[in-house]
């Protein structure tokens, strides 16, 4: 939520300062197969976390690293820009890419902590608009499995690198040991409805070749992370669609 206070859209609180010093709402930890990310784990750590690098979760480390300037990559967190879900967000396009569940916790009437989990294709019901509820909080973020032969990438175009994304470009693939692709998730941002699933593309990649390259990213470096006034050409018509 750190973009909030500087659109003035909202005044900064110490609930956030108090949120930071809660460790468990922080980092990148195993579970298995499974990855869980804090909701309070800041952009410049994930960007840089080794178990993000390439593979099935590297959509959430591009976005980390793509997002903003040096200040909000080093304030803002994974947590609060799911929460936030701006239209044209980074964050809430890779986690629809790598199919996210969200673990929200609140306090039942005991004053006992309840938890639920919430894929991330209901949590993000429209531009700024989640599925949270009033009295919950997100504390993690988790990514399931990744499967062998698996990669996922994130990009954004926009007019600058340090600005909010004209449009964002969220992809993860399975292919098999033939290289062909079986599944796609591909998820778009930048749209007037906010952030949501390309079924179509979904449909279109399966049966496609799609040679798996020896490097850290399965999938190649990502293009430029911004493009010129000269090329920006139709994006923003596709953002206002």
């Known amino acids: 939520m750190y973009p909030a206070p500087i659109e003035s859209l ?3 609180t110490t609930i956030n300062e108090v949120l930071r010093q809660l460790t468990e709402l922080r980092g990148i930890t195993r579970e298995g ?3 869980r990310i804090g909701a309070m784990t800041r952009y410049v750590d994930a960007a840089s976390a080794p178990e993000l ?8 480390a591009d976005a980390a690293r793509l997002v903003g300037d040096r200040q909000v990559r080093n304030r803002g967190t994974i947590g609060g820009s799911l929460c936030w879900n701006y ?4 964050t809430p396009v890779a986690a629809l890419a790598t199919e996210a569940t969200l673990i929200l916790s609140s306090l039942d009437s005991a004053g006992m902590v309840q938890s639920r989990s919430v894929v991330i294709d209901d949590f993000l019901t429209g531009p700024m608009e989640t599925a949270r509820e009033p ?3 997100l504390r993690t973020v988790l990514l399931p499995g990744s499967a062998e032969r698996s990669g996922s990438a994130y990009q954004k175009w926009g007019l600058s690198t340090a600005t909010l994304p004209v449009i964002g470009i969220g992809i993860r693939l399975w292919v098999d040991d033939q290289d062909v ?5 591909v998820a778009v941002g930048g749209l007037a409805n906010g952030s949501q699933r390309l079924t179509a593309a979904e449909r279109m990649l399966p049966g496609r070749k799609m040679p798996m390259r020896k490097s850290p990213k399965p999938f190649g470096r990502p293009a430029r992370p911004s493009i010129s006034r000269a090329t920006a ?5 596709i953002a206002a669609s």
């Open 87 to 90: 239209v044209a967000a980074c």
């Open 181 to 185: 692709c079986k599944t796609a998730h």
């Open 10 to 12: 909202q005044s900064p």
């Open 53 to 60: 690098q390439g593979g099935a979760f590297a959509a959430i």
């Open 233 to 237: 050409g139709p994006l923003p018509t």
């Open 135 to 137: 009295n919950e909080l």
């Open 33 to 35: 197969r499974d990855l």
